[in-house]
């Protein structure tokens, strides 16, 4: 029986599309220094050499734009989303090397510096993207093992019962601990919280600490009480360390997003703006 393998989308068809990103690179450095060995001055934007490297650029731009557009419609085979995203990455990395030789190393304070920039800004948040679907979905595996968000969802929920029944020995002072910590945790938070994990402030911690600091009970079923319920805080601090771990892994995830599409946006701004401007002058 013939094993079948998966294969990324960084690897589809042994390269297919890296190899054909790196045969144009190597073909417009080519034709490019052939052709400014043979001009009296350097190719700018406005030499013919310019101009095809800008068109070709500016199409792939635009082409590269729509695989939001793409990602809504499913298909297989040569067109199928996984060869999308393959000639995504690989053409939108060549544009380094096209829309430097377009710019002919020229650069100022100006539009077409401005479209140059983003255009960078857009492929380095890009090339972040493709770090994070490399790394962290295993990272996302190792964290939780076999536990399933809902099981940590429903871990924390169980535990705050059990405090709850646990607490109900208790003077108000440790009932009132108990309640901290069932009704204040914060589990997720904003973006840049889940994103930095930043946790310092959590109830379930504080409620911990102060549960720790109350005095010695003389009642042996308090104190009993007191035990189980510290416990069961320890318990939670786990189980919320790795809820949290996950959700930070999954901010990392998604989060390049945040730089990416909306530079996008700025980019095809900025390079209409640019286009219209090369031709009002011309």
Not at 45 to 63: D, E, K, N, R
Not at 224 to 235: G, V, Y
Request: charged content about 15%; some cysteine.
């Amino acid at each position: 029986m013939r094993q079948r393998t998966h294969e990324g989308f960084l690897r589809h068809k042994h390269f297919r599309f890296a190899q054909i990103a790196t045969a144009l690179c190597v073909a417009a450095v080519g034709v490019y220094f052939f052709t400014a060995a043979r001009m009296s001055e350097p190719p700018s934007g406005g030499s013919w050499i310019g101009y095809v490297l800008g068109t070709m650029s500016a199409g792939l731009i635009v082409w590269l734009s729509c695989l939001g557009i793409r990602k809504r419609v499913i298909t297989a085979g040569h067109y199928s989303l996984k060869a999308w995203v393959s000639a995504h990455v690989y053409l939108g990395l060549s544009l380094i090397v096209l829309a430097t030789l377009h710019t002919g190393f020229q650069f100022g304070w100006n539009v077409h510096t401005l479209a140059y920039g983003l255009m960078m800004l857009v492929i380095a948040s890009g090339a972040m993207g493709i770090w994070a679907y490399a790394t962290l979905p295993q990272r996302l595996h190792g964290n939780r093992g076999e536990t399933t968000r809902k099981q940590m969802l429903e871990g924390i929920e169980s535990l705050d019962r059990q405090m709850h029944d646990v607490a109900q020995p208790l003077d108000r002072a440790g009932a009132e601990i108990a309640r901290f910590s069932i009704d204040k945790t914060e589990l997720g938070g904003g973006f840049w919280k889940r994103l930095t994990n930043s946790y310092g402030d959590c109830a379930n911690k504080r409620a911990l600490a102060r549960l720790r600091a109350l005095p010695h009970s003389a009642s042996a079923k308090q104190a009993e009480a007191i035990t189980k319920l510290e416990s069961l805080m320890q318990q939670k601090a786990e189980v919320l360390g790795l809820a949290r771990r996950q959700m930070q892994i999954t901010a990392l995830l998604e989060g390049w997003l945040f730089v990416h599409i909306p530079a996008t946006f700025a980019l095809l701004a900025a390079l209409t703006a640019h286009i219209v401007s090369v031709f009002a002058y011309w």
